[in-house]
């Protein structure tokens, strides 16, 4: 009986404590949001979420691990859309423009400042060692993608479907994070899928 009072109490602490770190999240994506991280203040993050300054960096040691956190989280949504679009029948270059889309979006809600950082840190030279391109599921679904094309016998024989997502990625972020015209963004996109498709597919 003891037992099972001190696993309910146990139980209930850890409930409380997600429940701590889901709110302080919340209110630091509203001030990163608002600011960038680097321009956030943690004080206005705990006020907001209702807890002490010592309790946000309990639960978080610094800014940047909250926004390792948000960048997972985004890239994880993400991933779940283009696996949905995935599922309905679709061809390479409609899959690449759903990509675009998909990132176009995330810049739309987080915000520029916001975005710019999540790239930073998406490319950053200090991840750590153990992070590679399968722990990215954006990368693992497309490179399926590409093999999943050469299976059909439509791909070049030399085409690595690796470098191939991996380029296309870093065009698709260099456009978004450099240039400020939709219209002149748009041209660039639309001919970055375009290019991307050509060095995969064979010409029949």
Known sequence: MHTMTAQARVTTR?????????RILGAAF????????AGADVNVIAAAAGVAHGTFFFHFPSKEHVLYELE???EARMAADFERFLERAH??????????DIIKGLELSVGPILFKELLA???S????????????????LLVGEIERVRGGGSVHPEVDAFYSAIFFLLGVYGVLSTTDSA????????KLV???VRGIIKEV
């Open 194 to 196: 375009d290019t991307a």
């Open 183 to 190: 219209d002149k963004r748009d041209t660039m996109l639309s």
């Open 121 to 123: 840190l998406h490319f």
């Open 14 to 22: 850890e409930v409380r404590r997600l429940q701590t770190r889901e």
């Open 30 to 37: 509203a001030e990163f949001t608002r600011s960038g991280m």
């Open 72 to 74: 997972s989280r985004e």
């Open 125 to 140: 030279p200090t991840r750590p060692e153990t992070d590679n391109w399968t722990d990215h599921p954006i990368i693992v």
């Open 91 to 100: 061809h390479l270059p409609a899959a690449l423009t759903e990509i675009v």
